[in-house]
């Protein structure tokens, strides 16, 4: 069987999968800004994959940066999960 998918599903695909990328994105913005600060990001990151090292966490967070303003917005955010 199928995956069940919602009403917003049928009007806009993948709606339910970016409601559930905003879910995480705003669990891991402890500061409510709207932004993962390299502290979020390193702490959010520490959860997934506690073996990689600061220095891996900081090239991360300046690859998934791709404006280079210091934070991460939920746009860069989903672009960057969408690839993993």
Do not use: C, H, V
Request: glycine fraction near 8%.
């Amino acid at each position: 069987m199928g995956k069940d998918r919602t009403t917003r599903d049928y009007i806009r695909p993948g709606t339910e999968e970016r409601g559930r990328q905003r879910e995480d994105f705003k669990f891991n913005d402890s500061d409510g800004n709207d932004q993962l600060t390299l502290d979020e990001f390193m702490r959010f990151m520490a959860e997934l994959d506690p073996e990689m090292s600061e220095e891996e966490l900081r090239i991360g967070f300046e690859e998934i940066d791709t404006d280079g303003d210091g934070a991460i917005s939920f746009d860069e955010f989903r672009a960057w999960w969408s690839e993993s």
